[in-house]
């Protein structure tokens, strides 16, 4: 018998990789959200007909409150939490104007590669706090 389980729905996801003196800009997501109380890279869902760089320029924008440019895309994973699919799309972004405000996260901070293992990210965030690790380590 063929198996009809429904498939999870897929969401795409741009993600900022802000830095500031050698820190990267983390919030830490609402408690009446999925995935509350976690942390997080700045950056949100991309909308239909929206490329990863303008959604990631809207989120930063309705997020924090800043401008902000993409630069490079560092990395693309997958995760599948138990009700939904996601892609990521990790983009470092340089802050041309603003200061970084709480507009959608209980609180903000700046933490260096070596820093972010002392929060708490969501389960999809692993594979890039890996790889900002690894960079740090490999600088040295």
Request: aromatic share 10%.
């Amino acid at each position: 018998m063929p198996d009809f389980k429904k498939e999870s729905p897929a969401l795409s996801i741009a993600a900022a990789l802000i830095q500031r003196d050698g820190k990267y800009l983390i919030g830490q997501r609402p408690e009446h959200k999925p995935q509350g109380g976690y942390w997080e890279f700045a950056g949100g869902k991309l909308k239909p007909g929206e490329t990863q760089r303008q959604a990631l320029v809207r989120e930063c924008r309705e997020e924090l409150d800043v401008l902000v440019q993409p630069n490079k895309l560092v990395l693309t994973t997958e995760y599948q939490y138990p009700d939904r699919r996601v892609t990521l799309y990790f983009w470092n972004a340089v802050l041309v104007k603003g200061t970084p405000r709480a507009l959608a996260h209980q609180k903000l901070a700046w933490a260096a590669p070596e820093e972010l293992e002392q929060y708490s990210f969501c389960p999809a965030n692993e594979e890039i706090l890996t790889v900002l690790r690894q960079q740090k380590d490999a600088e040295q």
